[in-house]
T-cell receptor, first 113, second 114 residues
Framework: GQQLNQSPQSMFIQEGEDVSMNCTSS?????WLWYKQDPGEGPVLLIA?????ELTSNGRLTAQFGITRKDSFLNISASIPSDVGIYFC?????????????FGKGTHLIIQP | GAVVSQHPSRVICKSGTSVKIECRSL??????MFWYRQFPKQSLMLMAT?????????EQGVEKDKFLINHASLTLSTLTVTSAHPEDSSFYIC??????????FGPGTRLTVL
């Protein structure tokens, strides 16, 4: 089945630093989504990308849908303590239909004050 | 908008019993609902896709007779874990998709089977 390679697996950064994480796939995805999950809760949608090359911002977050449709990145600028959590990329392969999402393995973000 | 609820949030049951988990879209009609399972420190794995009024589509390796899914209305889907065993202990998360392309997740249900 489809697989997403998400990196890095974890990040230890200082408050105020910028963060960058990415996902790659060996196959094409038509939709890329980025979620944040806090412990014991469901994922919360951060940014949704629907077109190759699309660059979308949500406050301090910026994500891009790779032009090859096989990758996406998420940047967080000027990190703050509440950014701590696990970030997942997710993709929907093809067709625009109701397929379930394929998730990356997550990036665990830890911020040191 | 786009709020999805799950009930219960936590459940502890004895081995061999069945557990029902409800997933509701509160402010939109969900043409499709999805059920995921997440083990500790791992990613979400899709179990099945549920369309209102039709049989669910299960992912490879997921037993349809063990994980019964019913999508009786555009706002409610249920997952029943039948004859639960300790290895079924996990975090079960549903998501709902309406006319928009986004997929919104419920808060999850922590199942512990003793």
């Amino acid at each position: 089945g489809q697989q997403l390679n998400q990196s890095p697996q974890s990040m230890f950064i200082q408050e105020g630093e910028d963060v960058s994480m990415n996902c790659t796939s060996s196959s094409i995805f038509n939709t890329w989504l980025w979620y944040k999950q806090d412990p014991g809760e469901g994922p919360v949608l951060l940014i949704a990308l629907y077109k190759a090359g699309e660059l979308t911002s949500n406050g301090r977050l910026t994500a891009q849908f790779g032009i090859t449709r096989k990758d996406s990145f998420l940047n967080i600028s000027a990190s703050i303590p509440s950014d701590v959590g696990i970030y997942f990329c997710a993709g929907r392969p093809g067709g625009g239909g109701a397929d379930g999402l394929t998730f990356g393995k997550g990036t665990h973000l830890i911020i040191q004050p | 908008g786009a709020v999805v609820s799950q009930h219960p949030s936590r459940v502890i049951c004895k081995s061999g019993t069945s557990v029902k988990i409800e997933c509701r879209s509160l402010d939109f009609q969900a043409t499709t609902m999805f059920w995921y399972r997440q083990f500790p420190k791992q990613s979400l794995m899709l179990m099945a896709t549920s369309n209102e009024g039709s049989k669910a589509t299960y992912e490879q390796g997921v037993e349809k007779d063990k994980f019964l899914i019913n999508h009786a209305s555009l706002t409610l889907s249920t997952l029943t874990v039948t004859s639960a065993h300790p290895e079924d202990s996990s975090f079960y998360i549903c998501s709902a998709r309406g006319l928009a392309l986004g997929q919104f997740f419920g808060p999850g249900t922590r199942l512990t089977v003793l």
